[in-house]
């Protein structure tokens, strides 16, 4: 799967879980991939499909805080197939608003969805 593909699967798992998202533009998108709104919320949300290898530092968590607050989103989430270094799982608990998710915290949100709407995710990861 690719960092777009990533991201457009996020969006879709959004859109599942009751929310109205989409992706946003692939170049230039002010530290969020993914736009999801409700009729009580507004998440910005970073998708990181990264190696194991590869951890989430504090500037990618910054630049999307920076981001939400000035569009006055009311949540913001970095998603990742990775995991978060020490700077970032430190910043994070200073930002009460902002969720870091991992593997399992996507396969939480799948197990949400009702069965008959699971197969719609899971196709866009398969592509």
């Not at 009311?74 to 991992?102: D, F, G």
């Amino acid at each position: 799967m690719s960092p777009r593909e990533f991201e457009v699967f996020v969006a879709n798992l959004f859109t599942q879980l009751g929310y109205n998202a989409k992706a946003t533009v692939e170049t230039c998108d002010g530290g969020k991939d993914v736009i999801a709104t409700n009729n009580k919320e507004k998440i910005y949300i970073e998708c990181k499909h990264w190696n194991m290898n590869n951890l989430i530092g504090r500037e990618i968590l910054q630049k999307l805080v920076g981001s939400a607050i000035g569009d006055d989103a009311t949540r913001a989430i970095v998603i990742t197939t990775s995991k978060y270094n020490k700077n970032a799982l430190e910043y994070a608990e200073k930002v009460p608003w902002l969720e870091l998710w991992t593997m399992k915290d996507i396969i939480k949100a799948l197990n949400k969805i009702e069965d008959n709407k699971k197969g719609y995710v899971v196709n866009c990861l398969e592509g």
